[in-house]
């Protein structure tokens, strides 16, 4: 589905030099479970960047599908990311002005799709989340958790192939974790690839396959 | 995806609303400038009010003449024998109309005495010119012809001589520099280029017939032709027939010349003093317009890209969500686009609102006198115009430079 091979990140500013990636080879299978775990400033979130496409890798390729994607254009990689991927946040990053509806539309704009379909489909993914009494609240009229779960709800409007989850529970309390770690296991069994950053042992536990980074560098 | 340009749109305006006060404020200032000037020279050039058929005719306004060395050069008003001898037998043209320029007379009316402006014009004046005429008549050839001591009236003048209705005014006596004329008729006030004064009386109504050998003096001349299409030709045989006229003391002077122009033509070569030439410089005025106004737009421009800036910078999580969710560089900047050129365009309802109160003062307050401007749907579109490239000069940077953040950094707040 998605192979890193001899990945390397480095980030520069004007004084300092950060090896962020070294020589990283990753394959992450479809239909995968896969938790990242490792110390802050590890690597874990750019390696999670990477995968996405949200970032460039300074070294080595990244494949998905088979397709190195090192030489796409913008628009190229956009529609990948669209198509593709789909993105849950520890901060949830939605969108204050909009209301929960229109937050959950957002992938589909990037899309040809019809304004009602687009409607049709963030209900569906709303209700999926279990939030279909809320589509007209803006965010900040909602818990952590339930924002949290817009933000799911945000990620599988789409239907991608795979979720990239950045410490997902890392923002809400053991029991609203426990939720959302529910729903990701849930859209997991559905077939959906799940990539999720985390620093909490027992949910990495429930994953298929645990990958630890330390250094800039797998060790396990 | 236009739709949702705008409610976003929309959202941001509503929840910034200090923001977007003071970018509105910053908008309509600058448009009403703008269009204020727009609206005069739409006024002062377009066929209008009482130069309604300017669209067909010309002007002789000026006459260059130099001295055989080429060391003397002289700008000078017609004379009115150049108009009746080389102008008027013009052929191809529906007519030839003589002018004095305004000049300041003294009425006496009782004890009272106000200081006005006089024209004298023949006949075919009042037919090239459209007045409104709101009591008695205008003159005509005949009167001109027998020299009749009548004169014409606008209405603040005979309203000011002569208190209460126009027709107040009619059959009463003025005594106008030491000559008496009898009022025959009362005009709406008209401020337009050939067309200010506030009292006509026939040409022939100078103390002196003089005038009627003068190649230079105090006139000029309206050249009326049977359609727009006709003008080019009657330019090249006004200057054909300048280049035939001969001082009347050619020693003094060798060259006359003098050009049939447009009212643009006409404003132009006064004030590039293009008097040489057939070319009036009206490209480099309007250039150096446009150019102006385009600086005059780039200040508050260049402050909105500041604050839009600014603004954007606001929305770095947005820019990273969007583009992690699909969204191109280009798209987000169509979106920042729209979203400035919206404001634009509502400063500019607001502007046309303000400009047609700022208007309407400039009207009331006399500081042009006689002036009356309306926003009409040129104005309209021409503001709407000023505040979509308004919208574009100041969102275009901004929304370039910031969509392309890299959404990795712009997820975490960083630029």
Redesign the interface.
């Known amino acids: 589905m998605i192979k890193l091979s001899k990945v390397s990140k480095t980030y520069r500013t004007d004084k300092v030099e950060t090896l962020a990636l070294k020589d990283v080879d990753l394959h992450v299978k479809k239909g995968e479970f896969v938790a990242m775990m490792g110390p802050s400033g590890c690597g874990k979130s750019t390696l999670l960047?990477l995968i996405?496409l949200?970032?460039r890798p300074g070294q080595g390729s990244v494949e998905v599908e088979g397709i190195p994607i090192t030489r796409y254009r913008?628009?190229q990689v956009?529609?990948l990311?669209?198509?593709t991927?789909g993105?849950i946040?520890q901060s949830f990053?939605l969108?204050?002005?909009?209301r929960v509806i229109?937050n959950v539309e957002?992938?589909l704009?990037?899309?040809k799709m019809a304004?009602g379909e687009r409607r049709r489909l963030a209900r569906e993914a709303l209700e999926k989340v279990g939030l279909g009494a809320r589509m007209d609240h803006y965010p900040n009229q909602l818990s952590g958790g339930q924002q949290q779960r817009v933000a799911i709800a945000?990620a599988i409007v789409?239907q991608p192939q795979v979720l990239l989850a950045d410490e997902p529970t890392g923002n809400l309390d053991s029991k609203m974790g426990e939720e959302v770690m529910d729903i990701l296991l849930k859209l997991n069994e559905e077939g959906t690839t799940v990539v999720m950053v985390t620093h909490d042992e027992r949910e990495a536990r429930r994953t298929n396959r645990i990958v630890r980074v330390f250094d800039g560098q797998l060790v396990a | 995806m236009f739709r949702n340009y705008l409610l976003t749109a929309w959202k941001v305006f509503m929840r910034r609303k200090l923001f977007t006060a003071i970018n509105l404020l910053c908008i309509v200032l600058t448009l009403v400038v703008l269009m204020v000037i727009a609206s005069l020279l739409e006024t002062a050039f377009r066929p209008s009010g009482v130069e309604g058929k300017s669209e067909r005719f010309l002007q002789v306004f000026m006459v260059r003449m130099e001295s055989p060395g080429g060391n003397r050069v002289s700008n000078t008003p017609l004379g009115y024998k150049l108009i009746e001898k080389y102008l008027k037998p013009m052929p191809g043209v529906e007519r030839v109309a003589a002018v004095t320029l305004p000049s300041s007379v003294s009425v006496y009316q009782g004890p009272n005495v106000s200081e006005l402006k006089l024209r004298r014009a023949d006949a075919d004046y009042w037919k090239v010119l459209d007045f409104t005429l709101l009591a008695g008549r205008l003159p005509t050839a005949a009167d001109d012809a027998a020299g009749r001591m009548i004169a014409v009236l606008n209405a603040s003048s005979a309203r000011r001589l002569f208190p209460g209705a126009p027709k107040a005014a009619l059959g009463q006596r003025i005594d106008v520099g030491g000559q008496v004329f009898e009022v025959v008729g009362v005009v709406e006030d008209a401020m337009h280029l050939n067309a200010y004064a506030d009292i006509w009386a026939p040409i022939s109504t100078f103390a002196s017939s003089d005038y009627r050998k003068e190649l230079t003096g105090m006139f000029t001349a309206l050249v009326l032709a049977d359609s727009a299409a006709d003008l080019p030709r009657i330019r090249d045989e006004v200057a054909r027939i300048s280049r035939s006229v001969v001082h009347d003391d050619p020693k003094a002077w060798k060259t006359m010349r003098f050009w049939a122009d447009g009212k643009l033509d006409l404003f132009s070569r006064i004030l590039t003093n293009s008097g040489e030439t057939p070319d009036s410089g009206a490209g480099k005025v309007l250039a150096t317009i446009a150019v102006a106004m385009l600086l005059f737009m780039l200040l508050p421009a260049l402050n909105l890209v500041n604050l839009n800036t600014g603004r954007i910078l606001e929305r770095r999580s947005e820019i990273g969500v969007r583009k992690a969710f699909g969204a191109t560089s280009r798209q987000l900047a169509v979106q920042f686009v729209v979203e400035n050129v919206l404001l634009c365009l509502a400063g500019g309802l607001i502007a046309l609102a303000a400009t047609a109160g700022v208007l309407a003062w400039l009207e009331s307050a006399g500081l042009i006198p006689y002036l009356r401007v309306d926003l009409n749907l040129a104005v309209f579109g021409w503001g709407m115009l000023i505040a979509t490239v308004f919208g574009l000069l100041s969102g275009v940077l901004p929304a370039w430079k910031m969509s392309r953040l890299d959404p990795v950094h712009a997820l975490k707040g960083a630029v």
Not at chain 1, 95 to 98: E, F, R
């Open positions: 960047n996405g949200l970032d913008d628009k956009a529609n990311r669209n198509s991927f993105f946040f990053h969108i204050p002005d909009l229109d957002l992938p704009l990037y899309r304004a945000r789409g």
